[in-house]
Nanobody, 111 residues
Framework: QVQLVESGGGLVQPGGSLRLSCEFS????????MNWYRQAPGKVREWIAI???????NYADSVKGRFTVSRDNDKNTMYLQMNSLKSEDTAVYYC?????WGQGTQVTVSS
């Protein structure tokens, strides 16, 4: 049974940082590219980052230069380091490996 479990969300002030984690089980984690998505209230879910099996990364323009995706294959975990957070980053953040989704973790950026 494939499971993706996100954690690390919370409330942070503008300009602050958070690190999200996505723990993956049920398949060989190192064999798959992994993605982060987010969904803000009233908006469609949007892709924000990918990391390939070899560690190549790519980002949506909205987060480029502020967010960093990484992975630890020994821990079957993907991370999203989020810096310089803005109010518009408020959303539920999901990890995704086709066709599986995690349950999401809420990130709220507010003073």
């Amino acid at each position: 049974q494939v499971q993706l479990v996100e954690s690390g969300g919370g409330l942070v002030q503008p300009g602050g940082s958070l690190r999200l984690s996505c723990e993956f089980s049920g398949l060989t984690f190192s064999m798959y590219a992994m993605n982060w998505y987010r969904q803000a209230p009233g908006k469609v879910r949007e892709w924000i980052a990918i990391i390939t099996t070899t560690g190549i990364t790519n980002y949506a323009d909205s987060v480029k230069g502020r967010f960093t995706v990484s992975r630890d294959n020994d821990k079957n975990t993907m991370y999203l380091q989020m810096n310089s957070l803005k109010s518009e980053d408020t959303a539920v953040y999901y990890c995704y490996r086709n066709p599986f989704w995690g349950q999401g973790t809420q990130v709220t950026v507010s003073s």
